[in-house]
């Protein structure tokens, strides 16, 4: 089965009309790949963008990525003819499809609707694919529960900070320019902590858009470091030079992934009958119940997923009585 949950830290955005940035990106260390038919695409260049993409897909070298595509949105002229040609050229090579400007869960049912006709007409195992939504207006916002649960197939809700600044009339802060007075993370705030709800709260994962000032690198990370704070999944990244700041701050760091692998150990043996069977006990200096248990699931679940391995290794108490012991180093 598909795993729709699957790490997308990095997120790399490719204009599908350069063969040199297709070819380039197989060799770069993203989570994920997203070849661009839209917004990095000039109207001239959509049908020979579709063409590279499909040739690129087919010809492989992406296969340790999310392989997704950006269509172009519904009002558009150009959107079915995307899908036709994408799936339909590319589709047993391809993970996801992403939906710019989603304003309404019709959008969302259209285009899983499409995408079955195509995966039918064409042998395709139906409904793997995935769908990326892209929260970019308003109306996207406050439909955003509807698109989230529209189809099975929705897998990330995106924030595109651009469009969406452009569509509320913020001005320009998407370079993170910081007029006097004002809070460039207060802006974002709710736009932000409403994806998230919407994504947690129908299991998709949130995903931060872009950071357009790709010379800042250090701009990136705050950026990056903030909505990975909030608890999004993943940002995207223009530029190579972005990558490695991406994938770092959506990892959890080597300290906190070892004590949440220590928790789950050290409350699952104090919940046992050999440990006292105890709710509630103390590892170290901090008290750990249920709650503690399920916040460490997040970061170990991260963690693994990004291929972390733990340095520290649980060891029971001699006594029940005992609060759970210090940990002691792995493979000791
Ligand atoms: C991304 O598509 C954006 O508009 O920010
Ligand atoms: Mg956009």
Known sequence: MTDRMRPRRSNLAVPGSSTKML??????????IFMDIEDAVAPLAKPDARKNIVAALNEGG????????????????WTYADVVEVVGGAGANLDCIMLPKA??????VALDLLMTQVEKSNGLEVGRIGIEVQIENALGLINIDAIAAASPRVEAIIFGPADFMASINMKSLVVGEQPPGYDVGDAYHYILMRILMAARAYDKQAIDGPYLAIKDVEGYRRVAGRSAALGFDGKWVLHPGQLDAANEVFSPRQDDYDQAELILDAYDYATSAAGGAKGAVMLGDEMIDEASRKMALVVVAKGRAAGMARTKAFTAPASSDAATSAPAPAGA
């Open 23 to 32: 070819e380039k990106a197989k060799g770069l260390q993203a989570d994920q």
């Open 62 to 77: 992406y296969e340790d990525k999310i392989r997704t595509v950006r269509v172009n949105d519904w009002t558009t002229q």
């Open 103 to 108: 304003q309404t869960a019709d959008q969302v």
